[in-house]
C-alpha cells in the first residue's frame, strides 16, 4: 500500500536540498527575513527542544511501534486533512482538486476504516493537500516577512495568521472531547517528527548553516505550493514576500493565473521525506 505522507515528504526533502545550496550561500539580511536576529534565537531554541525531547520519543516511536500501526496513524492524520483540504480547494475554485479530496475522504472513511487504509490512493485518487496560507496566498496576500514560531517552527506572517484556522478546521471533529483533542494532537507531534526523521538527519549531515538551509528550503516549499508548483519569476518579485497595496493587484492576478488544481511541492501537506523506517 502507498503511503501518501511519506512520499509527499520526498518531495520536500528534494526542494530543502536543493534550497539549502542557495541558502548556505545566502548573505545576511535577506528582505525575506528581517526578523533574523529573534528568529535565529527561537531556532536554536526549538532544536535544543528538538535534541531534547521530540526526537528521542519520535525515535523510540519509531523502533517500538510496528510499521503497520504506524502508517495506519499518519493516514488516519492524513485524512482528516485531507477534508480541510478539500474545503480549501474549493474556496480557490480549484474544483478538481476539491472534488478529489471529498472523494478521498469518502472512500477512505467508508472503506478505510475511518481512514486507517488509503484506499483512495490505491484506487488512484492521489492528495492534493491545501491549507488556508495557500488559499490566501491564491488570493494575493502576500506572504510577509518570514517567522520562526516557539515549537512550530518554520512560518511566515501569512501562515501565523492562518494558523489558528487550519489548526481549529482539524481538530472539529473532536471539540466535544477535549481529552481525545489533546491525546491526538500529542501523538500528532510524535507523528509529524517520526516522518522527518531522515530530513533532518540530512540536515545536519549536509547544511553548513541549518537556519538558512531550513529558512530557504521552506520559503522555496511554500512558494511552489501556493503558485501549484509554476510560481512565477522571482526576479524583483517582493509581492510574494511583503503586503503592498501597489503590487497586491499583481499578486492577485499571478495567484489567479496560477496553474490548475494540483499539490504544490509533492505536497502542500508534509515535507519531504528520506526513509526513516
Known sequence: MRHPPRSALKGVAVAVLAAGLV???STPGDPRDPLEPMNRKIFAFNEAVDRAVLKPVA????????????TGVSNF???IGDAWSAINAFLQFKAEAGLRNTMRVAVNTVLGLGGLLDIATEAGLDPHPEDFGQTLGHWGIGAGPYLVLPFLGPSTLRDTAALPVDLKATAYPFRHDTQTLYGLAGLRVVD???RALGVTGVIDDAALDSYLFVRDGFLQRRRNQVYDGNPPDEGGDEDDYYYDEEEDDQAGDDAGAAAPAGAPAAEPKPPASVSND
Open 192 to 194: 509529524l517528527r517520526h
Open 23 to 25: 541558502g548556505c550561500a
Open 59 to 70: 525515535t523510540t516511536y519509531r523502533d517500538v511501534v510496528p510499521r503497520p500501526v504506524r
Open 77 to 79: 492524520f492524513s485524512n
